[in-house]
């Protein structure tokens, strides 16, 4: 499979929106990127933001090819009934063309600050897809097994997708993630900036998995979240790499995210333990605290200073146009399909993403 491209939008730029034109820009530059030919969009859903799925709604209105999908969502906030109609809507609204991006999301927000209960993460995650794929297939009737976290009891859905299989990623970190995402999704989705070490090890670990389960392998999605930034001058460099060292502070030092950054040269799950403490990531997280009060209860100056731009330069995609062509080359022969995209300069004109995706295509 040839390198994909992706735009990937999240609620951030509307938290700074005074205008209340965001939704709007938002739209166009979608539709740009989609007449230009990008190969999915993608909305993130973090709980303190807007819902993925009513974005991915409006964005099937205004595009005709491109992939939709949630990266990611979560089965606490969205029972797996209601995952099931929300992806059914979408991919009737978009003509087929869905993507579920799942994942467990952050245990202490949903049980902590919103009563949900959490169970095992990984059997109500597998409870779930077992649930939407029965409700895929006629009769359209699912069940939860016995000791299952959901309780479902032989419901029926009247509105399915109309795909017949809807594909399924799994955001997944863990060896025991990813060894499920291996037996019952289409692929996984590696957060932004995950290592190319990481990706030498989980890719080939998946697709022998899948293989061995008698699966196409070939088939199988591995979406980077990352993305590419072509670098056109030093302040444009500095804000990307400011932009990463954000994301390492804020999400870096979530629980269990640390494996995901494994670089030669540095000790990253030192700097992220120092990141954590300047943060006061473990404080906040046991209350209960979201995004927002990580913001407010840390010091993000101080840890973003705490990081090496080099770091940054080895986990991202940032560089001048050869070099971040280098840098795909390289993650393709990862197994990497899927890569996100900084939008050009004028992000909602078609010409100016057409050019983009085909430099980076050469």
Known sequence: MSMRFTLDLSHHPWTR???????????????????????????????????????LSAIAAVTQSAALGTSVTSPYPRHPNMLAASVATLDRLSGGRAVLGLGRGQPEWHGKALGVEIGDPLAALRETIDLLRAWERPPHRASSPPDGHFAVRNWERATHPTQERVPILLAAAGPKATALAAEVCDGVIFNLMTSPRVL????????????????????????LRSTATIVASPETERAALDRGKHHLALVATLPGMHRLY??????????????????????????????????????????RAMIPDDLIRDLGIIGTLPEVQARLRTLGQLGVTHVGLAPPPEPTSPEAWRSLLTALRA
């Open 17 to 55: 929106d005074k205008s209340h034109s965001a939704p709007r820009r938002m739209l166009a530059t979608a539709h740009a990127a989609d007449a230009a030919g990008i190969d999915a969009i993608w909305a993130s859903e973090d709980p303190e933001g807007w819902d993925a799925f009513a974005i």
């Open 200 to 223: 030498r090890d989980v890719v080939p670990r998946v697709r022998s998995a899948a293989a061995a389960t008698g699966r196409n392998s070939d088939a199988l999605w591995f979406v």
């Open 262 to 303: 494994d670089v030669d040269g540095f000790d990253v799950p030192a700097l992220l333990a120092e990141i954590r403490a300047v943060m006061r990531t473990e404080g906040t997280l046991a209350a209960g605290g979201g995004f927002p009060a990580l913001r407010r209860a840390g010091d993000l100056p101080a840890a």
